[in-house]
């Protein structure tokens, strides 16, 4: 996990070097696109930063932001979601049933009897 974070750390840190630098050549054409990918790929690792960060605490500790600390501050309804889930749809006799009957297990065996190898012994 820290070789992971070390990582995205320094890949942000690469964009952002690499943002500055092609700062300078913008107002050529290939400049320009080296700048215009740079600056995307920071603004896209800044957003996906903010966003993984959100998930589970307040990021930069800024608690005024709205819609942080999503998972920390819903847990119990996300784990009774969850549960929901399991018990209700996909653990259900209804569910079990469609998926037992959907399964053609009499033509797979008749198939597996038929075949040369089973035949030859």
Known sequence: MK???????????????GSLVSWNFRTSFTGGLFFAAFEAALVGALADWF??????RHPLGLKFIPHTAIIPNNRGRIIEGIVKI????WLSLE?????VQAYPLVDSLAAALASDEVRRG
């Not at 966003?51 to 589970?56: G, I, M, Q, R, S």
């Open 51 to 56: 966003a993984v960060v959100a998930l589970f």
């Open 86 to 89: 399991v018990e209700d749809d």
């Open 95 to 99: 569910f079990l049933a469609a998926k």
């Open 3 to 17: 070789k992971m974070k070390a990582a995205a750390t320094a890949m942000l840190v690469l964009v952002f070097l």
